[in-house]
């Protein structure tokens, strides 16, 4: 039986029962023959809604941090890159200039804002998921009014302005691309444009879009067409729609894979890559805390592939979910947003990751990457409550989980937990009655490490009883002896800036003293008190360790 099959069957054997309990038992065994696919680095896409912040102090500091993820490198995607504007960010906003006209309606390209954008990745080691909009005042069918004055708080659909239209002129709309595909080669090279991904504007098939589908389609033929005249192999796909697309997501396919070509009349319009946004069902404040509702992502991711694996020719193309979060709108604040800045939101980031490869797998798919649409807000008050990796310099508990996906490498091998919640029954009523208690493992020779991802996950953000772990490891290496054991920990006490912020007193303007404290809170970091080696016997080996409720913990075995 598979890796998918025996944890997709698995069933709950933790009753609910045990959350009354000040801790309840989970037994975890992990096979190091049991080798399965390769496990990829899925984790290493992140995006977020400001362009400009990329450039700005805690905009560089971030990007530095996801570059030294390390390789395989990361990839950022954003929106707003052909705005019109002076660069001045905003929430849900940013702007490049990249295209103006004169008095004659005669094209004007500036790359100076871009630029800065795209260096500011790669001096970081982060490469562009390029996303080719929104549309120039001076394109736009419907100019007036252009930016948006929306804050949270304010109904959401006031930031659908002028940028959202159609071009006037769909012969310019193309030759901009084409200009600054262009540009990006004439600086960069052609060898590293062409690692990027370039893919056409973001959920067309909401309201980002005030253009018919068919127009979309001639939106986005026009754009690909003239990336690929200025560099033919350039890596180009889409459509990055808001949920698995539905209806929309059928006739874009359709029309890409046996239409006519708006731009070039052939049939049909490359896709290298295909793109979709999963979001987990809105949190709610109930009863004085906050639910989430992971069943609803996976549900989307669950829809999303099926429908990419009934298509014969795209069965086998990469898949990048272009947004993959807890919730729909990063720069939102409210008390059911309450979650971003503990440890909520790194063990549900633990807990769907590792179900993203399990569906990938079920439907036999290329899951390439899902990104994280999180960064950050400049200038803003510490922990303000925006969906973000860190606030004011300081890297949040979700990020370090990210540092522990890194060190994560090789082929995955069996991990089989008897309090896996069972991702089928995720995505039938999410993690409402005993907790998510599993684990992610993987195997790599070459380095000679087994890393294990525990975590202990629930819906909902209450007390809850401690898990303790029986952890058992079998099939190791044989001779092995002994293994150095490095163990990280995300909680309340550990890779937590957040918390440390609460027990200084929750500071508005922290002291350089103080900052320094919670710079070193915010890094990954391990577990006091865990020890630093394990004792193996014909390949076989225990160990034991206390998970609090909403705690991620990785387990790193490695040996000479």
């Given at each position: 039986m598979r890796l998918s099959s025996l944890l997709l069957a698995l069933p709950i054997l933790v009753s609910v029962a045990a959350a009354a309990d000040s801790s309840f038992p989970v037994t975890i065994r992990v096979d190091a023959a049991a080798a399965g696919a390769p496990l990829k680095p899925i984790y290493r896409f992140f995006g977020g809604d400001?362009?400009?912040?990329?450039?700005?102090?805690?905009?560089?500091?971030?990007?530095?941090?996801?570059?030294?993820?390390?390789?395989?490198?990361?990839?950022?995607?954003?929106?707003?890159?052909?705005?019109?504007?002076?660069?001045?960010?905003?929430?849900?906003?940013?702007?490049?200039?990249?295209?103006?006209?004169?008095?004659?309606?005669?094209?004007?390209?500036?790359?100076?804002?871009?630029?800065?954008?795209?260096?500011?990745?790669?001096?970081?080691?982060?490469?562009?998921?390029?996303?080719?909009?929104?549309?120039?005042?001076?394109?736009?069918?419907?100019?007036?009014?252009?930016?948006?004055?929306?804050?949270?708080?304010?109904?959401?659909?006031?930031?659908?302005?002028?940028?959202?239209?159609?071009?006037?002129?769909?012969?310019?709309?193309?030759?901009?691309?084409?200009?600054?595909?262009?540009?990006?080669?004439?600086?960069?090279?052609?060898?590293?444009?062409?690692?990027?991904?370039?893919?056409?504007?973001?959920?067309?098939?909401?309201?980002?879009?005030?253009?018919?589908?068919?127009?979309?389609?001639?939106?986005?033929?026009?754009?690909?067409?003239?990336?690929?005249?200025?560099?033919?192999?350039?890596?180009?796909?889409?459509?990055?729609?808001?949920?698995?697309?539905?209806?929309?997501?059928?006739?874009?396919?359709?029309?890409?894979?046996?239409?006519?070509?708006?731009?070039?009349g052939q049939t049909g319009t490359p896709l290298d890559f295909l793109s979709f946004h999963a979001k987990g069902t809105t949190p709610v404040y109930v009863d004085g805390h906050v639910r989430m509702g992971i069943g609803g992502q996976l549900r989307t991711i669950d829809t999303a592939l099926a429908r990419f694996a009934r298509f014969p020719e795209l069965k086998s193309k990469p898949i990048v979910i272009g947004e993959s979060d807890p919730d729909g709108c990063a720069a939102c604040q409210g008390p059911h947003l309450g979650y971003r800045n503990g440890t909520m939101y790194s063990s549900y980031t633990a807990a769907s990751f590792a179900r993203k490869h399990l569906l990938a797998e079920k439907h036999g798919v290329n899951l390439e990457g899902a990104t994280t649409w999180a960064f950050e807000f400049e200038d803003q008050p510490y922990f303000a409550g925006f969906r973000a990796m860190a606030t004011n310099g300081l890297t949040l508990p979700v990020f370090n989980v990210h540092r522990m996906m890194a060190k994560m490498s090789g082929r995955r091998i069996e991990a089989q937990s008897s309090g896996d919640a069972g991702v089928e029954t995720i995505i039938r009523s999410g993690v409402r009655g005993a907790p998510d208690v599993a684990a992610l493992a993987s195997l790599d020779p070459a380095k000679r490490e087994i890393a294990v991802l525990v975590w202990h996950y629930h819906d909902d953000d209450v007390p809850g009883a401690v898990a303790n772990i029986d952890l058992a490891l079998s099939g190791c290496p044989g001779g092995m002896a002994e293994a150095k054991l490095t163990h990280y920990r995300v909680d309340d006490e550990h890779s937590n800036?957040?918390?440390?912020?609460?027990?200084?007193?929750?500071?508005?303007?922290?002291?350089?003293?103080?900052?320094?404290?919670?710079?070193?809170?915010?890094?990954?970091?391990?577990?006091?008190?865990?020890?630093?080696?394990?004792?193996?016997?014909?390949?076989?080996?225990?160990?034991?360790?206390?998970?609090?409720?909403?705690?991620?913990?990785?387990?790193?075995?490695?040996?000479?």
């Open positions: 400001e362009p400009n912040y990329a450039t700005m102090k805690d905009g560089r500091k971030l990007l530095r941090d996801m570059g030294e993820l390390g390789a395989p490198p990361e990839y950022f995607r954003t929106h707003h890159l052909l705005v019109t504007g002076d660069g001045t960010p905003a929430l849900k906003w940013g702007s490049t200039n990249a295209y103006t006209e004169d008095a004659n309606g005669n094209p004007i390209y500036s790359w100076t804002i871009l630029d800065q954008i795209f260096d500011a990745y790669l001096a970081a080691g982060v490469k562009p998921y390029a996303q080719i909009g929104f549309m120039p005042q001076a394109l736009s069918t419907r100019p007036e009014p252009y930016q948006h004055g929306w804050r949270p708080g304010f109904p959401y659909n006031e930031v659908y302005t002028g940028w959202a239209y159609p071009p006037k002129d769909y012969a310019k709309w193309g030759e901009l691309v084409f200009q600054w595909v262009k540009h990006c080669v004439a600086r960069y090279g052609a060898a590293e444009v062409g690692q990027w991904y370039w893919q056409v504007w973001n959920e067309p098939n909401i309201a980002y879009w005030k253009g018919t589908p068919q127009e979309f389609h001639r939106l986005h033929d026009v754009a690909i067409d003239a990336v690929r005249r200025a560099l033919p192999t350039a890596r180009v796909g889409g459509p990055d729609t808001a949920g698995d697309g539905g209806r929309f997501m059928e006739e874009f396919l359709e029309h890409c894979l046996r239409g006519t070509n708006y731009a070039t800036a957040y918390a440390r912020w609460q027990k200084l007193g929750s500071p508005v303007a922290p002291t350089r003293p103080q900052y320094a404290q919670l710079e070193a809170a915010s890094q990954l970091t391990q577990l006091a008190g865990a020890p630093a080696g394990v004792t193996f016997q014909a390949g076989a080996a225990t160990l034991k360790f206390a998970l609090p409720r909403q705690a991620v913990s990785l387990l790193v075995f490695s040996w000479p």
